[in-house]
């Protein structure tokens, strides 16, 4: 298909028109960004359009993406552990006054606003150069992300307000929760627009296209199949249709080496359905929020980022996390999401304290009667090192490495889980194509469990895993409550056989070890509460909610 515009327009054009984009939709029932998403008069022709809904790929994202996403989407999963840092997330003790739950309520409301203004400024003011799929496309980019945004605030806090033009909120002091219901309905329809207004090969690297819509309908509607406490046929008919269709028409392709995926020289890889676009931001101060933030907090030290962040040395993967793979060296997921001691990344720069540089080799910085230790199974994932091994591309707090939000091997999960029962044999198929490329062995039959527990192994630190018991509790909630409470969330030691070159390492708990291991998770404290500060500002948050108005727009 020909190419709308040219290839090597910049997803970050107008980073710089946006002045107070990044203050917008802190307080989104009360302070609407009505100017954010640049002003009325940019919108003359196709190359605007498409520069004014860029920051929809990467600043409107940065306060979820930049702690939360792992806190929630991670800890709260069960699959990321720590002695501090997320504690109240790993604990299930999550309160109004989370950081992480109300910086993730904000983000979310903030794609809301932004991609609202964008749609109805498109709609409004799109000039006469504008050709009409360029226009189509503006506003299917923006209701994507709403859509997605929308996804991620029902699943976390159950009925929210559903809003679609920012500028009544000033007036308005009736705004109310939506049913849970009508929220699945809005977020379906976007992302029905979505696949029917983007074309089927993307305009710039990097952007949406049709089979980045159709893979995430796959995903919604698997999803939205559970919310009536059963599972539905027809959204499961509708999941499998489109990940079939994403599978053999959008080229996309399997990575063939897993740790490949997570490299900033394989951004936009043949295995991308969607993903947020994260910039170098060194020289342009007023894009800060436009770089992926995520190596500062997850990296163990600074020996690794070259700089003075690396803050995530007391995180790592949970023992119920570890062990969930089937073995520590052939799946190659497991060094490629979480880093053990004597672990060897070639393609990372460490520079010790004092010592010169090298390739890294995780250190195992505790020792017990001669024998060296680790106490956390740091993260990988999302990890790419210092400047010189990313073309000189990181600083502090920030890398260009982009965070998926939809990829291949997910609608091949996605696909078997919504043939399981109707295609069994479609289901192993596509299941053991996930595991082959990871380097385990195939299995003969499939079940739900096999294919649960892929995926958390799969998207482990991808921000997912939270998002699988969320799924799983609209139609069995006492399954998602009994598995995330046998979760051992607890702290441990992991012994290698050998420094350097481990073939296989121990987990153990010491005996004097008393901390917490296991944390009750019921329907009181599973979905989030609503950030206190919001409920002070809009005390109709509380009452029941009630089905949307479909006729009153979209």
């Known amino acids: 298909m020909k190419k709308y515009i040219s290839q090597t327009l910049s997803l970050l054009t107008v980073a710089t028109l946006l002045g107070g984009l990044w203050s917008c939709g802190e307080e989104f029932l009360d302070r609407p960004p009505l100017d954010a998403i640049v002003d009325a008069n940019f919108y003359q022709n196709d190359e605007q359009i498409l520069a004014g809904t860029a920051p929809l790929y990467n600043i409107v994202w940065f306060s979820y993406n930049d702690k939360a996403s792992h806190g929630i989407g991670d800890a709260r999963g069960g699959v990321l552990t720590s002695g501090s840092y997320q504690i109240e997330n790993v604990r299930f003790n999550t309160t109004g006054e989370t950081p992480e739950n109300g910086a993730s309520w904000r983000a979310f409301y903030n794609v809301v606003g932004q991609s609202n203004t964008l749609i109805n400024n498109v709609k409004q003011y799109a000039g006469?150069?504008?050709?009409?799929?360029?226009?189509?496309?503006?506003?299917?980019?923006?209701?994507?992300?709403?859509?997605?945004?929308?996804?991620?605030?029902?699943?976390?806090?159950?009925?929210?307000?559903?809003?679609?033009?920012?500028?009544?909120?000033?007036?308005?002091?009736?705004?109310?929760?939506?049913?849970?219901?009508?929220?699945?309905?809005?977020?379906?329809?976007?992302?029905?627009?979505?696949?029917?207004?983007?074309?089927?090969?993307?305009v710039q690297e990097g952007r949406l296209n049709q089979w980045s819509a159709e893979g995430m309908l796959a995903k919604m509607y698997l999803t939205r199949a559970g919310i009536s406490g059963t599972r539905d046929q027809n959204d499961l008919d509708s999941a499998a249709y489109f990940a079939k269709r994403v599978i053999d028409n959008s080229g996309a392709t399997l990575m063939e080496e897993y740790e490949d995926l997570f490299k900033t020289v394989?951004?936009?890889?043949?295995?991308?359905?969607?993903?947020?676009?994260?910039?170098?931001?060194?020289?342009?101060?007023?894009?800060?929020?436009?770089?992926?933030?995520?190596?500062?907090?997850?990296?163990?030290?600074?020996?690794?980022?070259?700089?003075?962040?690396?803050?995530?040395?007391?995180?790592?993967?949970?023992?119920?996390?570890?062990?969930?793979?089937?073995?520590?060296?052939?799946?190659?997921?497991?060094?490629?999401?979480?880093?053990?001691?004597?672990?060897?990344?070639?393609?990372?720069?460490?520079?010790?304290?004092?010592?010169?540089?090298?390739?890294?080799?995780?250190?195992?910085?505790?020792?017990?009667?001669?024998?060296?230790?680790?106490?956390?199974?740091w993260v990988k994932k999302y990890v790419v090192g210092r400047p010189e091994d990313n073309d000189g591309k990181v600083v502090q707090q920030g890398t260009e490495i982009n965070t998926y939000i939809?990829?291949?091997?997910?609608?091949?999960?996605?696909?078997?889980?919504?043939?399981?029962?109707?295609?069994?044999?479609?289901?192993?198929?596509?299941?053991?194509?996930?595991?082959?490329?990871?380097?385990?062995?195939?299995?003969?039959?499939?079940?739900?469990?096999?294919?649960?527990?892929?995926?958390?192994?799969?998207?482990?630190?991808?921000?997912?895993?939270?998002?699988?018991?969320?799924?799983?509790?609209?139609?069995?909630?006492?399954?998602?409550?009994?598995?995330?409470?046998?979760?051992?969330?607890?702290?441990?030691?992991?012994?290698?056989?050998?420094?350097?070159?481990?073939?296989?390492?121990e987990i153990e708990i010491p005996e004097d070890d008393t901390s917490p291991r296991f944390f009750d998770v019921n329907a009181s404290n599973f979905n989030l509460p609503i950030p206190s500060v919001e409920l002070s500002k809009a005390p109709n948050l509380r009452k029941p909610p009630v089905p949307y108005d479909f006729s009153a727009g979209e």
């Open 128 to 202: 006469a150069a504008v050709t009409d799929r360029i226009k189509r496309h503006g506003i299917a980019e923006g209701r994507f992300m709403r859509g997605l945004a929308y996804s991620y605030l029902v699943q976390n806090w159950g009925p929210v307000p559903l809003i679609t033009n920012n500028t009544t909120l000033l007036q308005d002091t009736t705004i109310a929760r939506n049913t849970v219901e009508s929220v699945w309905q809005f977020i379906i329809k976007d992302f029905r627009y979505a696949a029917e207004n983007l074309p089927d090969e993307s």
């Open 266 to 377: 394989n951004n936009n890889n043949v295995e991308t359905l969607a993903a947020l676009q994260w910039t170098y931001n060194a020289g342009n101060l007023n894009a800060w929020g436009a770089q992926n933030s995520v190596q500062a907090f997850l990296a163990f030290g600074s020996e690794i980022t070259g700089f003075s962040d690396g803050w995530g040395g007391d995180i790592g993967g949970s023992k119920w996390m570890l062990e969930l793979y089937d073995d520590w060296t052939f799946d190659t997921r497991r060094k490629a999401s979480f880093m053990f001691p004597g672990d060897h990344y070639d393609y990372i720069t460490q520079v010790p304290a004092g010592g010169s540089a090298q390739e890294l080799r995780v250190p195992a910085p505790s020792e017990d009667a001669g024998q060296p230790y680790g106490s956390r199974a």
């Open 406 to 505: 939809l990829r291949l091997a997910e609608v091949y999960l996605i696909y078997a889980e919504a043939v399981l029962q109707s295609n069994p044999s479609d289901a192993l198929t596509y299941y053991n194509k996930v595991r082959d490329r990871a380097g385990v062995s195939p299995k003969t039959s499939v079940d739900w469990e096999d294919i649960f527990y892929e995926r958390i192994k799969e998207l482990a630190m991808e921000g997912q895993a939270w998002y699988e018991f969320t799924r799983l509790q609209y139609y069995n909630p006492q399954l998602a409550y009994q598995l995330l409470s046998s979760q051992d969330r607890g702290t441990f030691r992991i012994y290698p056989d050998q420094i350097p070159d481990p073939r296989m390492w």
